[in-house]
């Protein structure tokens, strides 16, 4: 059979030590010098660091959880490569499932100098100059990452078609994949769970190592607090056919190494799959974020913070090593003072406010999380209404087919998630809403490139398209917190109206971005079913919605102040029943000219179903596109870096309307 692979430009093996190591022993008593984990730490502290100087965040506790498991594992592929004569990868496939951690790895690999990676090269971690993503990405660095990572879970069924290949190739790879327990609450992690050993079974799948780190904690806090324990999954995954080896100190270094090496040499000759369930530490190494609720989960550190010092020195017990203290001396520096400026907040603390107010009026909204409601918004409704909500857990496929449940007996359920998980992993069970007559309220925050840093795998692009030819299905596009706030308890009031009466309400899903933006807008008015014209002009007319009305303002004063244009600028947050009539009045007082502007794909987006509408209606005018062109996107500090980027920034704007003859 003659296979066409797509070329593999991972790295080679690094012919050198470590710059910074530690040693242990191997089970034959040998030593063997492998990386530091504190030393990842150390890195991982910094890199942080840098990234949240520059504006974005950045995680903590599960790459300070996994250090040594990683340390481990890299050393061992490494050494038995070498010994085979043989590059690491012709011996093993390595998938991170644990996307969150993927900085763990980079400041591993600089310090094995692998792909040339140094010391320096992380101070530009997640920026838009850097490879070194928030998240592994192939498409951005296929020398470090050959299966991308970040939507938890993935990671692992990509490993076993990995391992599945082989198996038909006739290579003579073992596949190694970490995931931490989190992942492992995905639904399409629980299907390879049961898949591996029963390809095993059929001797249709090569050698497998999944390795689970299990801390018992996730973004928004404990696991069997807020959700329901993970312990009987991983003791079930014998009876699955998994051979299950439980390492209760998965931060001694010593132990983790050993398991993992007599875990690769059992499966030369194993007829199961082999699962190293690694009870781990979040937050490992500063007691501060060990004791967290949610281990350290994020960076716990503000810019300038003095606790940088003694973190190091926490993790060093007093001896930090000399490249590391440089490190620190240049990020003591404090911000400057920022002047009083006008009001931002965050579109989430509208959707809070409503959910309060109908729930206080009585409405029976019942809130479903998956692990995500911190972000959303949907934390202050939890605190005020205790009893109002469930936290599922990372499942968000489940926890949208569970809400068509309390649909159908009676419930307003409302789900949230971040909107790419919402799309991606929700897009079938939004299908089966509608077909099944239980329609939900979707709240689905950081769209577009508003999740600048976390990268391509947490931006979502495509939620217009995917979710708005859904049957019974309306989509919003949010601007502001007093949009959100009406928008969402007008739809509460409008869901509990349509039930009274007999009618089947449709799902109603608001998207919202992450950073902060005014209150309100001047001259926006909220009505359902009605664009709201934020400013008059003759010269062009310009649609937007979401985080991008902003720009679209911006635009608006410097061609009035720097050029004497003005332009209509129309937010249209009803993006799959646009109010055509009074865009199309606007474009009479405009000759015609139209922009739509959208950080969505052009491809299915806002535009693209404007455009179909009003042509379909009979309507002249010339159009504009302004939005993302087929690419992905990248992690940056802030969404004006990805903005620009895409020509989508405030000079963007004004350029297209210039050259618009």
């Known amino acids: 059979m003659k296979v066409l692979p797509i070329k593999n430009r991972l790295a080679k093996t690094p012919l050198n030590k470590p710059f910074c190591s530690t040693t242990v022993q191997n089970n034959k008593g040998q030593d063997i010098e492998l990386a530091d984990p504190n030393f990842t730490r150390g890195l991982v502290l910094l890199m942080n660091q840098y990234a949240v100087k520059g504006g974005a965040a950045a995680h903590w506790g599960g790459p300070a959880a996994l250090a040594e498991i990683m340390s481990a594992t890299h050393s061992l592929m490494f050494s038995i490569s070498k010994q085979n004569n043989n590059e690491w990868y012709q011996s093993f496939n390595f998938v991170n499932d644990a996307g969150h951690t993927e900085n763990g790895i980079y400041a591993l690999r600089a310090n094995w100098g692998f792909d040339d990676l140094t010391l320096e090269s992380l101070k530009k971690f997640r920026s838009i100059e850097s490879k070194l993503t928030g998240h592994g990405e192939a498409h951005l660095n296929p020398e470090g990452v050959y299966i991308s990572n970040g939507p938890l879970g993935s990671g692992l069924p990509q490993a076993q078609g990995l391992a599945i290949a082989d198996k038909i190739l006739g290579n003579k790879r073992k596949t190694i994949c970490v995931i931490s327990d989190g992942a492992a609450m995905e639904g399409e992690a629980k299907e390879s769970f049961s898949a591996i050993p029963g390809l095993y079974q059929k001797k249709k799948i090569n050698p497998f190592l999944m ?42 270094l010593q132990k983790v190494y050993l398991a993992i090496e007599k875990s690769l040499e059992s499966l030369n000759n194993s007829n199961r799959p082999i699962c190293l369930w690694c009870k781990t530490i979040k937050g490992y190494g500063i007691e501060d974020t060990q004791k967290a609720a949610s281990g350290g989960h994020g960076h716990p550190l503000a810019y300038g913070d003095d606790k940088l010092n003694d973190y190091l020195n926490e993790i060093f017990k007093g001896e930090v090593p000399p490249p590391l203290k440089e490190w620190a001396i240049d990020l003591q520096q404090k911000t400057e003072s920022k ?33 995500l409601q911190g972000s959303t918004g949907l934390k202050e409704m939890h605190k005020q209404n205790p009893d109002k909500y469930i936290d599922l857990g990372v499942s968000e496929s489940n926890m949208i087919n569970s809400s068509i449940g309390l649909a159908k007996a009676g419930l307003i359920p409302v789900v949230d998630t971040f909107a790419q998980f919402a799309i991606t992993k929700g897009n079938l069970p939004t299908i089966m809403s509608s077909l099944s007559q239980g329609p939900y309220i979707g709240i689905f925050s950081h769209t577009g490139f508003q999740d600048a840093a976390d990268g391509a795998s947490h931006q979502a692009t ?21 949009e959100a706030e009406f928008f969402v308890y007008e739809v509460i009031k409008k869901y509990s ?55 679209a303002l911006e635009a608006y004063e410097l061609l009035k102040n720097n050029h004497n244009i003005e332009i209509t600028v129309i937010n249209s947050p009803q993006i799959n029943k646009p109010d055509t009539n009074t865009i199309t009045h606007c474009l009479k007082q405009t000759s015609g000219k139209l922009i739509t502007l959208e950080d969505h794909q052009i491809i299915g987006g806002q535009g693209q179903i404007l455009a179909h509408k009003l042509l379909l209606e009979g309507a002249t005018f010339k159009l504009r596109s302004m939005g993302i062109n087929g690419n ?20 963007d704007i004004i350029n297209e309307v210039l050259n618009f003859n």
């Open 211 to 252: 390795i689970i780190s299990d801390n018992n904690t996730k973004l928004s806090g404990r696991i069997s607090e807020d959700s329901y324990s993970m312990k009987e999954t991983f003791e079930s995954l014998h009876l699955l056919g998994w051979d299950v080896v439980k390492v209760d100190e998965g931060n001694d």
């Open 339 to 371: 002047k009083p400026g006008i009001k931002k907040e965050k579109v989430q603390i509208g959707i809070a406010a409503a959910l309060n107010k109908a729930i206080s009026e009585g409405y029976p909204v019942f809130s479903l999380s998956s692990d």
């Open 462 to 482: 495509t939620y217009f398209a995917a979710m708005s030819s859904i049957p019974d299905t309306d989509v919003y596009n949010l601007s502001t917190s007093e």
């Open 497 to 551: 109206e349509s039930v009274a009466s007999g009618e089947t309400p449709p799902t109603s899903l608001f998207f919202l971005g992450r950073e902060n933006f005014v209150p309100k807008y001047q001259n926006q008015n909220f009505e359902i079913n009605k664009a709201q014209v934020l400013t008059s002009g003759n010269q062009v007319t310009l649609v937007t919605s979401g985080p991008l009305v902003q720009n």
């Open 632 to 651: 992905f996107g990248r992690s940056a500090y802030k969404a004006l870096d990805l903005y620009k980027l895409n020509k989508l920034s405030t000079q």
